[in-house]
Nanobody, 125 residues
Framework: QVQLVESGGGSVQAGGSLRLSCALS????????MGWFRQAPGKEREGVAA???????TYAGFVKGRFAISQNNAKNILYLQMNSLKPEDTAMYYC???????????????????WGQGTQVTVSS
């Protein structure tokens, strides 16, 4: 079981930036995939960005060009750099991780078994 702890959320004005971090309790060897998801009140949790052990990234259409997912060299911290934030980006953001090969399905929340507790992002207009 991998434990995940998110940080970096907060309140920002539209157009601003935030960087979310997700610390993994254990190093995942060989094949793995990790992702960021978000859930706004009254809405389903949706995939934002994902990365696999080969460095392949996948982004939701609504964040392309604005958000970037990355890892540190030790592969035990996952980041989400969020730029040009919009009020509609307001949500609880979760990181998730699992072992295996995800292929093109990195934004499918049903494929993840390990989740963090979430960090709130609020963007005001």
């Amino acid at each position: 079981q991998v434990q995940l702890v998110e940080s970096g959320g907060g309140s920002v004005q539209a157009g601003g930036s935030l960087r979310l971090s997700c610390a993994l309790s254990t190093y995942i060897y060989s094949n793995y995939y990790m992702g960021w998801f978000r859930q706004a009140p009254g809405k389903e949790r949706e995939g934002v960005a994902a990365i696999d052990s080969n460095g392949r990234t996948t982004y939701a259409g609504f964040v392309k060009g604005r958000f970037a997912i990355s890892q540190n060299n030790a592969k035990n911290i996952l980041y989400l750099q969020m730029n040009s934030l919009k009020p509609e980006d307001t949500a609880m953001y979760y990181c998730a991780a699992d072992r295996g090969i995800i292929g093109p399905y990195g934004l499918d929340r049903g494929r993840y078994n390990n989740w963090g507790q979430g960090t709130q992002v609020t963007v005001s207009s």
